[in-house]
C-alpha cells in the first residue's frame, strides 16, 4: 500500500465554467481524502514557481498569464487549490484528470470532457495535478503552509521571524 498526496489546482477556466462542483464529484471517485484546500488569487511569482520548469518554453508567459487567470479577468481570476491524500493517490487523480492535451483525453476523463485548446493553441485543462512524488512535495510546498495541511505529510521545523507583517481578523 503506497500512501500518497497529490496537488491538485482547479484552474480559473473551471471556475468561470462553473465545473467546480462537476469536478470534485469526478475526483471523489478516488475515494481518496483532502488534507487541504484553499481559494487563491495567483501572483506572478507563485506562478513561475510553479512553471518553472517550463520557462525556456516559447508558451511560457501565456501559460503564466493562463494561471493566474488574466485571460479570464474578475471575478475568475483565482484558482482553487486541494491536496489529496491516500494509497495511490497520484495515479488515481491524473487517471481521473485525463491527459494533459484535452484532445487526447479519454472523453469521460476531466480534460477530456471540459478542456479545449485555444486558436493560439493554449491548453485550457481546467486542471492542474502533480505528476510524481517529487513534484507533489515540491508543489504542495509551494501553494500551502504547513499549518494549512490537517495532516502531517512532511517535516516542519518551528521558526521566529521578527517584525513579520500580517492581516488579522479585526
Known amino acids: 500500500m503506497k500512501i500518497e498526496q497529490v496537488l491538485v489546482l482547479i484552474k480559473p477556466d473551471g471556475i468561470k465554467k462553473s465545473l467546480v462542483g ?26 513561475k514557481a510553479h512553471y518553472n520548469h517550463l520557462k525556456d518554453k516559447p508558451f511560457f508567459n501565456e501559460l503564466i498569464n493562463y494561471i ?24 488515481k487523480i491524473r487517471e481521473i484528470a485525463g491527459a494533459t492535451n484535452p484532445e487526447d483525453a479519454d472523453p469521460i476523463s476531466i480534460r477530456g470532457s471540459y478542456g479545449r485548446i485555444t486558436t493560439k493553441g493554449l491548453y485550457e485543462n481546467v486542471v492542474h495535478c502533480s505528476s510524481d512524488s517529487i513534484e507533489a512535495a515540491r508543489e504542495i510546498k509551494l ?19 521578527r517584525n513579520l507583517k500580517n492581516t488579522i481578523w479585526a
Open 68 to 91: 493566474q487567470g488574466k485571460v479570464y479577468g474578475e471575478p475568475w481570476n483565482r484558482i482553487l487549490a486541494f491536496v489529496y491524500h491516500g494509497e495511490c493517490a497520484i495515479s
Open 22 to 47: 462537476n469536478i470534485l464529484t469526478k475526483f471523489s471517485e478516488s475515494k481518496l481524502i483532502i488534507v487541504g484546500s484553499k481559494m487563491i488569487k495567483v501572483d506572478e511569482k507563485l506562478a
Open 143 to 161: 501553494w500551502f503552509n504547513p499549518e494549512e495541511v490537517i495532516e502531517k505529510l512532511y517535516p516542519v521545523k518551528t521558526v521566529f521571524i
